[in-house]
């Protein structure tokens, strides 16, 4: 084989997956935009959501700032070496990274050194198949962590919260599956997708949930019981309520794909693998001897334009609904202005902006920060950064990550030095609730994955601290304008995040006794 030449085609994989979201996915999108009711906050996500499609589509830059784990399912020919496929990936990889279209996202678990390059012991995950077809099938996904978290596993049988108890029977079954959705709420960047693994051990259960992600949207499952309840979990997930972001909505779940394998007797697990609305992954089949890319995968049928004149009507009609109630803070903000914003309040911020993530919140926690933060805004966020000729950082991507990894830290770091605005996705918990209206503070929602859309509302690096960190979790000092988020928490101890999981719970309940047959 031509290793060069299959090197660049993984290349090509790579930039593709991280940069130009698949059709089918597309489709699942532009039905939700059509769904949901004009004029909600889970409708301006949406719109957040489709422009920011489209400006990773002409950047040719990363969807989401956060491009994951690269998980690869290789399937080759008899005879070819593996080997050679690995080191070409890793090639591949190293220069996606390199180019700005993979955030160096690779991190010693002892040290938390970052090799910025994104290979290290354990990544990229490639997994290899031998077949018998003449050709090399590809694939890839790229799996954001905020998304990864959400994942969770059950044993059944077991008790679960609104539902009661699951056994080990399709009914059970069927329980945990809208138990996952449920717990995921917002934090998992709704609405999302997810694949289900029943049987295995801890381990296989969760490849197996995984590769129910490399199925198409719009697939059938030749199994007639998995087909019923893939249907079931489509049609009443959505019921819950919980909606784009987590702000509350019409559409939660955009897609669910189940598999089966055996199991041991004394084990039955139900494993669910949960992945966000930028649901990157695509694949190629490849030439063994030439190393050229054949054909892509995932590229049947429409695919939507969001710069087309129906994604635009539907985009116009939400903003000329948001902007109606529009509050503008430049920083340094004081407690005052904060006090008078309330859970549902649409906020545009100019000026400076300083990020701050896992390693910035455990830093600060025992020593001073780099800036004066009195009155300033924490952004969690990981950018994925360039630096050009001159030296001068550049934003590639700039969504922001899940809050909720902050919770115990954030209240204790906003008093200390006097932060008044958290800006993330997800929503935090009681302990920064507090610290809130004690402090005088507010927690912004973002819409996650968003990463061009708020990349091009920043508008110059100004700076950065503590890039021993590497550059995920460095503090990045960002000059912004226009930069929109909408008040989930607020200083009087308002949660959105609160009461959407409390309604959601309650309609959850609601199947706890529909049996499944």
Not at 64 to 84: M, R, S, Y
Not at 140 to 153: R, S, V, Y
Not at 359 to 365: D, G, P, S
Not at 470 to 489: C, Q, R, S
Request: proline share 3%; aromatic share 6%.
């Amino acid at each position: 084989m031509n290793i060069e030449k299959f090197q660049e085609s993984m290349y090509q994989l790579v930039v593709e997956t991280s940069t130009n979201l698949p059709k089918d996915v597309r489709r699942a999108i532009k039905a939700a935009a059509e769904r949901e009711n004009a004029g909600t906050r889970s409708a301006m996500s949406l719109d957040t959501i489709t422009n920011n499609i489209k400006m990773a589509d002409d950047k040719v830059s990363p969807i989401c700032q956060d491009t994951g784990l690269p998980t690869f399912k290789i399937k080759t020919p008899v005879g070819v070496n593996q080997l050679e496929i690995k080191t070409a990936i890793y090639n591949a990889i190293a220069q996606a990274t390199k180019d700005g279209k993979l955030r160096p996202n690779s991190v010693d678990s002892l040290t938390g050194d970052n090799s910025g390059d994104n290979l290290g012991g354990g990544t990229p995950v490639i997994k290899f198949e031998q077949w018998e077809k003449d050709y090399i099938d590809a694939r890839l996904i790229l799996k954001g962590g905020g998304c990864e978290n959400k994942n969770i596993q059950y044993s059944l049988p077991a008790e679960l919260e609104g539902l009661g108890r699951a056994g080990r029977d399709l009914d059970g079954i069927r329980k945990c599956i809208m138990h996952s959705v449920y717990q995921a709420q917002g934090q998992g960047c709704s609405a999302g997708f997810i694949g289900v693994g029943i049987g295995g051990d801890r381990s296989s259960g969760y490849d197996l949930a995984k590769e129910q992600l490399f199925r198409t949207v719009d697939d059938v499952n030749p199994h007639p019981d998995l087909r019923n309840l893939e249907e079931y979990v489509m049609e009443n997930a959505n019921k819950l309520g919980i909606g784009t972001m987590g702000f509350g909505g019409e559409t939660t779940l955009l897609g669910c794909k189940i598999g089966v394998m055996n199991r041991i007797p004394a084990s039955f697990y139900v494993s669910v693998a949960y992945n966000c609305w930028a649901y990157r992954r695509l694949g190629v089949a490849v030439n063994p001897e030439t190393g050229e890319i054949k054909e892509w995968m995932y590229q049947e049928g429409e695919k939507i334009d969001f710069s087309q004149p129906a994604a635009q009507e539907i985009a116009a009609a939400v903003e000329a609904t948001a902007e109606q109630n529009v509050i503008t803070l430049t920083a340094p903000i004081t407690e005052e202005q904060i006090r008078e914003l309330k859970v549902g309040d649409v906020v545009q911020i100019n000026g400076r902006m300083y990020t701050g993530r896992d390693a910035i919140h455990k830093y600060l926690t025992d020593h001073d920060a780099p800036v004066d933060l009195n009155g300033q805004v924490i952004y969690h966020c990981g950018p994925v950064m360039l630096k050009d000729e001159e030296g001068n950082w550049h934003v590639k991507a700039a969504g922001p990550t899940t809050s909720i990894r902050e919770e115990p830290y954030q209240g204790d770091i906003m008093k200390k030095f006097g932060i008044r605005a958290v800006i993330g996705k997800g929503g935090m918990g009681k302990k920064t609730l507090a610290a809130l209206k004690d402090h005088g503070g507010v927690y912004l929602n973002a819409i996650g994955g968003a990463a061009q859309y708020y990349a091009d509302r920043i508008k110059s690096v100004e700076g950065v601290d503590l890039m021993n960190f590497g550059i995920p979790e460095a503090m990045w000092h960002l000059n912004v304008e226009g930069f929109t988020a909408v008040v989930t928490m607020d200083s009087h101890g308002n949660s959105l995040h609160e009461d959407v999981e409390k309604s959601s719970l309650e309609k959850l309940a609601q199947f706890a006794d529909r049996v499944y047959k």
